[in-house]
């Protein structure tokens, strides 16, 4: 057991499982304890790796109960790793809540490099990449009005992470909201075999996707407000 206790986010595939980095292997293939999001889903992961280890589940239905417990086994050594089910940890996937207490316990925290779906989206959206506004999913019901008001006049490139059944229904509300001429890219399955990536504006992509519904993971990237020339 090591001295030094730490927990270690592990960025794992976001879709291609051969998309994980050699170091992420070696943690997993190390740690005392792996946590995740999905025992179902990253049991598949490690099989797919050659790693045999048992997971231990953390999600968002038990990390408020579990958190203190993994922060004393973290305080008497352990080396833990912390996978979600696709692509960083704690982003719009459990672990900041973990984190939070192992900062406040002083307990070391790393994060390894790797996968996550927000940044290829943004990269092959052709929109301005060099800044942008991360939103994650939207609030579903209560706030998600005031929020896309909020961000009517962000310069910025906006990412969103969306539900393939919520897709067509966010869209209208974004065009509503931005206005239907503004430039956008859907990002489909991002890394898997039928990746789909579109471009177009809003009321074209609102179109698209009625008439032909998505499945899968999604990221949305929008452009941000034009800036008025002359300004």
């Known amino acids: 057991m090591n001295e030094q206790g730490k927990l270690v986010l592990v960025p794992t595939p976001i879709g291609n499982l051969d998309d994980i980095t050699l170091r992420a292997i070696a943690t997993l293939k190390e740690a005392d304890l792996i946590l995740a999001e999905d025992t179902r889903v990253s049991s598949k992961l490690l099989h797919h790796l050659g790693i045999d280890k048992k997971l231990t589940p953390h999600h968002k239905f038990n990390e408020h109960k579990t958190i203190s417990g993994i922060v004393v086994r973290l305080q008497q050594g352990q080396r833990i790793a912390l996978i979600s089910d696709a692509g960083t940890p704690g982003i719009s996937d459990p672990g900041f809540l973990l984190v939070r207490a192992c900062v406040e316990s002083g307990v070391e925290v ?26 994650g999913f939207l609030p579903q019901k209560k706030g998600r009005q005031k929020r896309l008001q909020q961000l009517a006049d962000e310069t910025r490139t906006l990412i969103f992470y969306e539900s393939p059944f919520r897709l067509v229904k966010t869209l209208g509300q974004l065009s509503e909201t931005f206005g239907g001429e503004r430039r956008a890219c859907v990002c489909r399955e991002l890394s898997k075999l039928f990746e789909e990536i579109k471009r177009g504006t809003l009321d074209d992509l609102q179109k698209y996707y009625f008439e032909n519904p998505p499945k899968g993971e999604i990221v949305i990237v929008v452009e941000g407000l034009p800036k008025k020339k002359g300004s």
């Open 110 to 135: 790393e994060c390894l490099p790797g996968a996550t779906a927000l940044i290829p989206a943004l990269a092959v959206s052709g929109l301005p990449a060099e800044r942008f506004v991360f939103e």
